[in-house]
C-alpha cells in the first residue's frame, strides 16, 4: 500500500504523542536505549545459532562484519529493503545454521525519507527477546547498507499457507491457534510500549517448528506504557475471608516474564500481597505474567475486605495520527485520523482471525476508497459456511470477532485491559496460554531447512560447498539488488 506509506513517511514517527510521564520501576518496558543487540537473549540461550554468533563475536576483534556471512539468495523483499537467506562462511561447526539478514540501503532510504522508520524499527528488533518475534542475532553497517540478522523463518507466511487450505481457508481450530500465539506476541509488544500496526497473514512467518513468528515492524511506533492496577472486589472463596495469611492460589498463577528476568518480585509463596494503590510502588513489588497482568490478591485496610487486583501494561492512551497500515486491515480510527493506540492492533487481530477463517478480509471493496468507506459504515456479517463441523467454535470467533472489530476503539475488546480481555474470551477457552509453545502446531514445514540448503537454484548448493567458494571473497553491491 504505497500511499500509505508515503502519507506516513515523514510524519508516522513524529506524530506520537505520549502523555505520559515515565515510572522508573517500569522504564525496562520500553527500554530502546542499547545500541547493539542485548547480549542475552534468554529464550534463545540453548540454540545453536546463538551460540555461533556468540563464537563469532568472540573471536572478531573488529566485530561482526558483512563477510563473515554467505547470502545464499533472497528471501523476499518489501518497502524496507532486501531479506537474504544466509549462513556462517567459516566455522564448519555452524555450517547448519541459517540466518534472515535484511539489508537496507541507508542512502536509498534517507532520499525517501524512510530512515526514521528502518531506524523504528531496528530499536524495536533490539529490544524483542520473546518466542513469537524475531531474534536479533546481530547488526551491522557495509557502507551504506544497515545490516540485520535475524531468525530465519523457513515455512513461509500465512498468507501463503491460508492458500493451500482446503478453500484456502484454516479450520477454526488452526485459526485458533495462529490467534493465540499471534495475541502472545502482541501483548508483549504492547507491555514493551510497541503498537505493532501492520497485523496481517503476510507478516505472521512460519518457522521450522510450525510457532510462527511476527515480522516487520517498520510501521510500528514505541510509546512509554504506564501500568495500571485495577481493582475488584473478590468474590471468591470464603477461605480466603478466614484465613487471609494462609496460601491462597491466586485465580491465575503468575508466571514470571521473558523480559521481566530477575527484576520480577516474589508473589508465588504468600499470594497475598499488600500493595498500596500507588503506581510507582508496584514496579518492585509485583511479577507480571506473560500475559500482560499480574494477579495479586491484596488487602485492604479494612480487616477481611479483599481485592482481585490486575496489572495492566497495555499502551491505552498512547496516541500516534500517522495513516499507516495495509488498506483492509485499516482501523476506523486510523482512516478518521483522530488518533489511536494499541487498541489498533486489537482491530486488525479481528481482520486476521475473519481472514483465516473465511478466506477473505471483512471490509473489501472494489477499489481502496470502497474498502475504506466499507471499514467506516459497513456493519459486520459473516459468509454462511454450509455443513460446518466446528459450528459452535465457529460462533465463538464469530463473538470474538464482532466484539474485536467494533469501530469505536473504546468500546473495543482489549481497549480498556490489552490482551487479558481476549484471552478470557469463550473461544480461547482451554487454550493453555503459558504452554502454547509446546503445543503441536497445525502444520510443521516439511523438512524446509535441507530443502533450503540443497535448492537447485540456489547461488551456492550449501550441503556442497567447496572450501574455494568458501573461501572466496565477497562482493557488497552486487549481492544486493536493490528495490
Ligand atoms: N526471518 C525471515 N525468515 C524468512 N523470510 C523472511 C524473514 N524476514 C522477512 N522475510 C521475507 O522477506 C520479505 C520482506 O521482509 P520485510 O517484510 O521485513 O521487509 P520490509 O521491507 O519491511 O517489508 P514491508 O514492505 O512489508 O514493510 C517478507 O515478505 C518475507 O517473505
Redesign the pocket.
Known amino acids: 500500500m504505497d500511499s500509505d506509506h508515503e502519507s506516513s513517511s515523514s510524519s508516522s514517527f513524529t506524530a506520537v504523542e505520549s502523555r505520559y510521564s515515565h515510572f522508573s520501576d517500569f522504564s525496562s518496558l520500553s527500554s530502546f536505549r542499547s545500541s547493539s543487540p542485548s547480549p542475552s537473549k534468554p529464550h534463545k540461550s540453548n540454540q545453536i545459532e546463538w551460540e555461533a554468533i556468540k563464537s563469532l563475536r568472540s573471536s572478531a576483534s573488529s566485530g561482526i562484519r558483512l563477510d563473515h556471512f554467505r547470502l545464499v539468495r533472497r ?7 532486501n ?1 537474504y537467506l544466509c549462513q556462517l562462511r567459516d566455522d564448519p561447526r555452524y555450517s547448519s545454521c541459517l540466518y ?1 539478514m ?1 539489508v537496507v540501503d541507508r542512502e536509498a532510504l534517507a532520499v525517501r525519507k524512510k530512515l526514521r522508520r528502518a531506524e523504528t ?1 531496528k530499536e524495536i528488533l533490539r529490544s524483542l527477546d520473546h518466542p513469537f518475534l ?1 531474534t536479533l542475532y546481530a547488526e551491522f553497517e557495509a557502507h551504506h547498507y544497515s545490516c540485520l540478522v ?5 515455512g513461509g ?1 500465512l498468507y501463503v499457507a491460508r492458500q493451500r487450505q482446503p478453500e484456502r481457508r484454516f479450520t477454526v481450530a488452526s485459526a485458533k491457534f495462529y490467534a493465540a500465539e499471534t495475541i502472545l506476541a502482541l501483548e508483549y509488544l504492547h507491555m514493551m510500549g510497541v503498537v505493532y500496526r501492520d497485523l496481517k497473514p ?2 505472521v ?1 512460519v518457522r521450522d517448528d510450525g510457532h510462527i ?1 511476527l ?2 515492524f ?2 510500528s511506533f514505541k510509546c512509554v506504557v504506564v501500568p495500571k492496577l485495577l481493582r475488584a472486589p473478590l468474590t471468591v472463596n470464603s477461605s480466603i475471608k478466614t484465613t487471609p495469611s494462609s496460601c491462597v492460589p491466586p485465580p491465575m498463577q503468575p508466571v514470571i516474564s521473558c523480559f521481566y528476568g530477575g527484576r520480577a518480585g516474589r508473589i508465588g509463596g504468600a499470594h497475598k500481597v499488600k500493595v498500596k494503590p500507588k503506581l510507582s510502588h508496584v514496579g518492585t513489588a509485583l511479577a507480571v505474567t506473560t500475559g500482560g497482568e499480574a494477579n495479586i490478591i491484596e488487602e485492604s485496610q479494612e480487616v477481611g475486605q479483599f481485592f482481585h487486583t490486575e496489572l495492566v501494561a497495555e499502551p491505552i492512551t498512547a496516541r500516534s495520527k500517522s495513516f499507516v497500515g495495509t488498506h483492509e486491515y485499516l482501523a476506523p480510527e486510523v482512516i478518521s485520523g483522530i488518533g489511536h493506540g494499541g487498541a489498533v492492533d486489537w482491530w486488525t487481530l479481528g481482520v486476521f482471525l475473519y481472514e483465516m477463517i473465511y478466506g477473505k478480509t471483512p471490509f473489501k471493496g472494489e477499489n481502496n476508497e470502497k474498502t475504506i468507506i466499507n471499514i467506516m459504515k459497513q456493519q459486520l456479517s459473516f459468509p454462511k459456511v454450509e455443513g460446518s463441523r466446528d459450528m459452535e467454535e465457529l460462533l465463538r470467533a464469530q463473538d470474538l470477532i464482532s466484539k474485536l472489530l467494533v469501530k469505536n476503539p473504546k468500546k473495543r475488546i482489549g481497549s480498556l485491559k490489552g490482551s487479558v480481555e481476549i484471552k478470557r474470551h469463550e473461544f480461547f477457552k482451554g487454550v493453555n496460554w503459558a504452554l502454547i509453545r509446546s503445543v503441536k502446531p497445525p502444520e510443521v514445514p516439511k523438512d524446509q531447512r535441507s530443502a533450503v540448503l540443497l535448492k537447485r537454484n540456489s547461488k551456492v548448493v550449501l550441503s556442497k560447498m567447496s572450501k574455494k567458494e568458501r573461501d572466496e571473497p565477497f562482493q557488497i553491491p552486487q549481492y544486493f539488488d536493490y528495490f
Open positions: 528471501l523476499g523483499s518489501g518497502d524496507l529493503g531479506v534472515a535484511k524499527e524475531p535475524m531468525e530465519f523463518c523457513p507466511d503476510e507478516n512467518l513468528m515480522s516487520d517498520d510501521l
